[in-house]
C-alpha cells in the first residue's frame, strides 16, 4: 500500500526521459531512436505502476535508470541479430554489461546528451524538423507538447518526427561529438537551431505562457551543456548570454492579466538581477578572441538594456551602432524597424516616423504586426490622433494574438477618448 | 466481500508524455490508496504473446496479433460488496478514459 507520500521532483520523468533516451541511443545506435524511446516511455509506466502500489523508492532517478538497464539489455538480447554489428563498432569485445554500464555513467550522460544535441541538429535535417525533435527526445515534450508549443499539430509533427528519424537512418548519422575541421560549421548549425528554439518561446505571440517559458529553460539547458563541455568556443557563450538576457525580462513583459506591457512601460524591477549577471559573465566570457558573431552583438544590445537603470538612461547610441554592425552580419528589414524606432530616441518620434514610413514602402514588413503598430503608438504620442487611428486599424489586421490585440484595442480608445475631447 | 478482476484493454499511457505520466501517477497513488484493503494486486502484461485455438493449429506468436485499443494491457484484482460497487471503483480510476476496463466477478463463493 502506498504510505510514502513524498512528491516527486518537478518534471522528474521529463528531464530523466530526456537523459535516458540519449544514453540508450548511445548504445543502439541513431538509427534505434524510437526504440530508445520505446524503452523510456515503457520504463516510466513501469514506475508508475510500483510506485503507486507500493511505494516511491529512496532514489525515484536511480530506480528508473535502473530500470530502463533491465529492459535495454532485455531488448538487446531478443534483437541480438540486428544489434551485433552496431556493438562491434561501438565496444570491440565488451560484454553489453559492461558496455552499458559505463554508458549509465554520470559523466557519460552529458556526452550522451551533447551527442544527442548534434545529432538532432544535424545539418542534413531541416531546421523545423531539428527544434521538433530536439524537444521530443533531448527535451522529454510529448508529441502534443511539442505542437502547442511551435503552434502546430500532433499529426504534423508526428509526421515530421518520423520523417527526420527516417533520414538519420538513411544518412547514417553517426553519434558523435564532432572534433576538428567539422566542429565549426556543425556548432553554427546546433547554435542557430537552439536560437531559433529559444526565439520560438520568447517571441510566440500566441499559445501557452507556460509552455513558451519551458521552451526558453530548455534551450538554455542545453546551451549550458554545450557550453561547458567547450567552453572556448565564444559564439555559444555569446548564444547563452543572450539567451540570459532575454529571460531575465521574461516576467516583466506581461501584467498580472496576462497583457502585453510594452518596453518603456515594463517594471524593471521585475528583472531577474541573476540572470543578468549570469549574462554578463557569459558575455564577458565570450570576447576572449576576436570573433564577432551575430549572437555577440544581439547579447551586447541586450545587455545595454539591461544595464541601463531606466529607459531614458538607456545608451542609443551604442545600440545604435550594435545594430548598425547586425545589419551588415544579416541584413534583415526587422533590424531596420529596431533602428527606426532607436532614431526616436536619437532625433525624436517626427524623424523616426519619417524612416518608418520609408520601411512601410518598401514593403518587406507588409505582414508585420509591429510596424503600424509602432507608427500608431508614435503618432498617438505626438498627439496626431486620426493618423494613429488609420495605423493602429492596420496593425489590428496583422494579429492574431488576443494580447495583441487587446493592446491594440485599449490604444485605439485612448485615441478615440482624446479626439473627443 | 467478493474478488474482481478489472481487465484493461488499449495502449493509452504508451501516449502519454512524461509529464503527463508524472500528473497521472498522483491520482493512480490517491486510487490505491482510498482503496486500501479492497486492493489486491495487478500487473501489466507484455504485448507479445501467444494465442492457442487447439491443439494442433499452429500457435500465433509474437504479436501484437490484436488491434491496439483490443490488447490486454494488464489487470487488478479487487474486492468489492457487489458489481455494482466494482463498477464504482473502475470509474474513479485514473486509468479509465486511457483504457477500456472490464470488470468481471470471480465466480462466488470461491473455493478455497
Known amino acids: 500500500m502506498s504510505t ?10 521529463r528531464t530523466t526521459a530526456g537523459k535516458m533516451v540519449a544514453a540508450l541511443t548511445r548504445l543502439f545506435g541513431t538509427s534505434y531512436i524510437q526504440l530508445a524511446e520505446d524503452i523510456v516511455q515503457d520504463t516510466l509506466i513501469t514506475a508508475i505502476n510500483h510506485w503507486s502500489t507500493d511505494k516511491i523508492p529512496e532514489q525515484p532517478e536511480a530506480w528508473l535508470w535502473q530500470v530502463a538497464k533491465r529492459k535495454a539489455l532485455n531488448e538487446m538480447q531478443r534483437k541480438k541479430m540486428i544489434l551485433r554489428y552496431h556493438q562491434g563498432e561501438l565496444a570491440g569485445s565488451e560484454s553489453y554489461h ?15 546528451q551533447l551527442r544527442m ?8 535535417l531541416n531546421t523545423a524538423s531539428q527544434i521538433a525533435l530536439t524537444l521530443k527526445t533531448l527535451c522529454g515534450f510529448g508529441i502534443k507538447e511539442v505542437a502547442r508549443a511551435l503552434l502546430s499539430t500532433p499529426s504534423t ?44 518561446g ?14 526558453c529553460l530548455e534551450a538554455m539547458r542545453l546551451t ?19 539567451m540570459c538576457f532575454h529571460s531575465a525580462r521574461f516576467e516583466a513583459r506581461l501584467d498580472d492579466k496576462g497583457a502585453i506591457i510594452i518596453f518603456e512601460e515594463q517594471d524593471r524591477s521585475k528583472w531577474n538581477r541573476d540572470l543578468i549577471t549570469e549574462g554578463m559573465l557569459y558575455l564577458s566570457r565570450s570576447t576572449q578572441g576576436s570573433l564577432l558573431s551575430a549572437y555577440h552583438l544581439e547579447a551586447g544590445i541586450a545587455a545595454a538594456h539591461c544595464l541601463a537603470d531606466s529607459f531614458a538612461a538607456t545608451n542609443w547610441a551604442s545600440i545604435k551602432k550594435q545594430y548598425q554592425l547586425l545589419h551588415r552580419l544579416k541584413p534583415n528589414p526587422i533590424i531596420l524597424l529596431n533602428l527606426a524606432i532607436i532614431e526616436s530616441q536619437l532625433n525624436g518620434k517626427r524623424a523616426s516616423l519619417q524612416t518608418l514610413s520609408h520601411l512601410a514602402k518598401a514593403g518587406d514588413l507588409a505582414n508585420y504586426y509591429l510596424l503600424p503598430a509602432t507608427q500608431g503608438i508614435f503618432s498617438l504620442q505626438l498627439k496626431d490622433y486620426p493618423q494613429a487611428l488609420l495605423f493602429l486599424e492596420q496593425a489590428l489586421q496583422l494579429t492574431d494574438s488576443a494580447s495583441e490585440i487587446a493592446f491594440i484595442q485599449q490604444k485605439i480608445q485612448a485615441c478615440r477618448v482624446a479626439m473627443a475631447n | 466481500m467478493r474478488e474482481f478482476l478489472l481487465i484493461l484493454r488499449g495502449d493509452g499511457m504508451n501516449h502519454l508524455s512524461p509529464d503527463e505520466l508524472q500528473a497521472l501517477f498522483a491520482n493512480y497513488q490517491k486510487w490505491v490508496a482510498e482503496l486500501g484493503e479492497q486492493y489486491l494486486g495487478g500487473q ?14 499452429e500457435i500465433l506468436t509474437d504479436g501484437p496479433f490484436l488491434a491496439s485499443k483490443e490488447i490486454i494491457a494488464g489487470y487488478f484484482m479487487i474486492q468489492a460488496a457487489d458489481q455494482a460497487e466494482a463498477n464504482e471503483i473502475a470509474k474513479r480510476s485514473p486509468h479509465l478514459g486511457l483504457y477500456q476496463i472490464e470488470v468481471r466477478s470471480l465466480v462466488f463463493p470461491k473455493m478455497k
Open chain 1, 224 to 242: 549550458k551543456i554545450l557550453v561547458d563541455h567547450f567552453p572556448e568556443q565564444d559564439t555559444l557563450s555569446a548564444l547563452l548570454a543572450l
Open chain 1, 4 to 13: 510514502h507520500t513524498n512528491p516527486l521532483v518537478e518534471h522528474l520523468f
Open chain 1, 117 to 124: 544535441i548534434f545529432t538532432c541538429c544535424h545539418p542534413s
Open chain 1, 202 to 215: 520568447y517571441n510566440a505571440s500566441t499559445g501557452n505562457q507556460l509552455i513558451q517559458k519551458e521552451l
Open chain 1, 157 to 200: 509533427i508526428n509526421k515530421r518526427l518520423y520523417r527526420a528519424k527516417q533520414k538519420i537512418r538513411q544518412s547514417e548519422i553517426p553519434f558523435l561529438i564532432p572534433s576538428g575541421k567539422k566542429l565549426a560549421p556543425r556548432l553554427e548549425a546546433v547554435c542557430l537551431s537552439l536560437y531559433l528554439l529559444f526565439n520560438e
Open chain 2, 44 to 57: 501489466r502484461l507484455e504485448e507479445e504473446g501467444a494465442l492457442l485455438t487447439n491443439p494442433t493449429e
Open chain 1, 98 to 112: 559492461q558496455e552499458i554500464d559505463t554508458i549509465f555513467l554520470s559523466h557519460e550522460i552529458a556526452d550522451s
